[in-house]
């Protein structure tokens, strides 16, 4: 299979702790972008990278949430000290060269805070 | 700012009859991207169908098409012959042309199959 995927899948944390996501584009696609999607809600958009470079981050990005995508390869998602509100569904997302290609989704990591 | 509505928050059909959802958007740009997004319970969201703002014919993918009324910022989906599998939440997502690369959503319609 050579879709996006997202690890863990699920992830329970306390209140306060660190959690790290991660996801591993289509191999071809040098675009990946990250969502957030609460029950109930669409996704929100929270930052894109073009190969290794952040060219954008949503408001929603508070200076808790951190991405990284090394080499341009796979890319973290790090929330540190984690709230109540940041339990949502992480999704992780990949596009290829030309602006005008669509999206592909992974499974998500659903994020509970306790 | 772009902002994404579906004023449907559930909708249902009888299987092999046709349904249509609606989504109408806000946007001062002239060239964008419109997609529907499928979201099956407890699984990923793949993409239904796509459009692009500047083509005036609407696209279709089997028996999947859509109405895309540029002036009036209406592009509703209409799912010909709904089948079982096509039970999901379907969102709504606008896309710029102009380097913004974020996919903007609205809230979704759940879609339900009626056997």
């Known amino acids: 299979d050579t879709g996006v995927s997202q690890d863990p899948r699920h992830k329970i944390t306390k209140r306060g702790q660190n959690v790290t996501f991660r996801c591993d584009p289509i191999?071809?696609?040098?675009?990946l972008y990250w969502y957030r999607q609460t029950l109930g809600q669409g996704p929100e958009f929270l930052t894109y990278?073009?190969?290794?470079?952040?060219?954008?981050k949503s408001r929603l990005l508070s200076d808790r949430f951190s991405a990284e995508r090394p080499k341009g390869s796979f890319s973290t998602l790090e929330i540190q000290r984690t709230e109540q509100g940041d339990s949502a569904m992480y999704l992780c997302?990949?596009?290829?060269?030309?602006?005008?290609?669509?999206?592909?989704f992974g499974p998500g990591t659903r994020l509970t805070v306790l | 700012a772009q902002t994404v509505t579906q004023s449907q928050p559930e909708m249902s059909v009888q299987e092999a009859e046709t349904v249509t959802l609606s989504c109408t958007y806000d946007?001062?740009?002239?060239?964008?991207?419109l997609f529907w997004y499928k979201q099956p319970p407890s699984r990923q969201m793949i993409l239904v169908i796509r459009?692009?703002?500047?083509?005036?014919q609407n696209a279709t993918e089997n028996r999947f098409s859509v109405n895309f009324q540029k002036a009036a910022k209406s592009f509703s989906l209409k799912i010909s012959d709904s089948q079982l599998g096509d039970a999901a939440m379907y969102f709504c997502?606008?896309?710029?042309?102009?380097?913004?690369?974020?996919?903007?959503f609205g809230t979704g319609t759940r879609l339900t199959i009626i056997p």
């Open positions: 191999s071809e696609h040098n675009r």
């Open positions: 997302a990949s596009s290829g060269v030309f602006g005008s290609d669509t999206q592909y």
């Open positions: 459009q692009e703002a500047y083509k005036q």
């Open positions: 990278f073009q190969n290794e470079a952040q060219l954008e």
């Open positions: 946007t001062s740009e002239s060239d964008y991207y």
């Open positions: 997502a606008y896309r710029s042309a102009f380097g913004n690369e974020k996919l903007t």
